[in-house]
């Protein structure tokens, strides 16, 4: 039981961070993940974990290569991470791994687009190439991160005592 409250806390944590520093939440779900591996009974395969460890180190990377000025702007940052949190929770809610991330996705795209409409988002230029950018950038960890989190979670479901 204390697995799983630490899992959740990291979860928590790493949602709560989402929309400030996508770069450590995902490293936070990441090891919100790693605690529901310690739970009795249900748990990923180990194909699983490596293949979000991959996808965690890959926004890590990007964290560290994109500009200073991109990398710590948040310009719409809630719009894209509040979308893709909705959908990944309408993902998890058909209790299928693929349209919890394909929900993430299609949340933050449209989350991104949603900014984009509003007075503040003008300056995206929606739809140029520098809007695609930007919501790569932006839009990737969040996509990630918000995935580890709906995986883990799905896993806190099903070993969760009935």
Known sequence: MTIAI??????????????????????????????????PGETLPLSSYIFWAVAMLIVVA?????????????????????????????GLATSSHAAMVAGAF?????????????????????????????LCAKGLPVVVTMSIIGTAAAVLIAAWPS
């Open 6 to 39: 630490i899992s959740i806390m990291l979860l928590l944590c790493a949602a709560t961070l989402s929309f400030s520093r996508a770069t450590y939440a995902a490293v936070t779900a990441f090891l919100g993940l790693c605690a529901t591996g310690l739970l």
């Open 62 to 90: 990007l964290g560290l290569i994109l500009p200073p000025a991109i990398n710590g702007s948040r310009i719409g940052t809630p719009y894209i991470c509040g979308a893709s949190m909705a959908g990944m929770l309408v």
């Open 106 to 134: 299609i949340g933050a795209v449209l989350g991104g687009i949603a900014f984009a409409k509003t007075p503040a988002g003008k300056i995206l230029e929606f739809p140029t190439s520098k809007f695609l950018n930007y």
